[in-house]
Nanobody, 124 residues
Framework: QVQLGESGGGLVQAGGSLRLSCVAS????????MGWFRQAPGKEREFVAA????????LYAVSVKGRFTISSDNAKNTVYLQMNSLKPEDTAVYYC?????????????????WGQGTQVTVSS
């Protein structure tokens, strides 16, 4: 079983940046894809970004493409989400997750292990 711990969330003004980190412990995830999802109050959890185990394939939601960058450091068992040009609509709890697959996917059901989440609040 793998445990995931997110950090880096906080309060930022619109146009600002944050960098989220997700550290995995327990069983390593180096052969599986990783992803970031978010859930705003009253809304369903939605896909944000995903990266495959080698780091050479990424996927982004249309709403964040060009503003967010996902990356990974397998030596540190860590995946990152660099968020730039933040907007109030980016406000949500952000979760990292380990996929059951080695390739990138956007389907929530393809992800089996989840972190507790970190709150990101963007003020206007």
């Amino acid at each position: 079983q793998v445990q995931l711990g997110e950090s880096g969330g906080g309060l930022v003004q619109a146009g600002g940046s944050l960098r989220l980190s997700c550290v995995a412990s327990g069983r390593t995830f180096t052969t599986y894809a990783m992803g970031w999802f978010r859930q705003a109050p009253g809304k369903e959890r939605e896909f944000v970004a995903a990266i495959n185990w080698s780091g050479d394939s990424t996927l982004y939601a249309v709403s964040v493409k060009g503003r967010f960058t996902i990356s990974s450091d397998n030596a540190k068992n860590t995946v990152y989400l660099q968020m730039n040009s933040l907007k109030p609509e980016d406000t949500a709890v952000y979760y990292c997750a380990v996929s059951r697959l080695v390739y990138t996917t956007v389907r929530l059901s393809d992800f089996g292990s989840w972190g507790q989440g970190t709150q990101v609040t963007v003020s206007s």
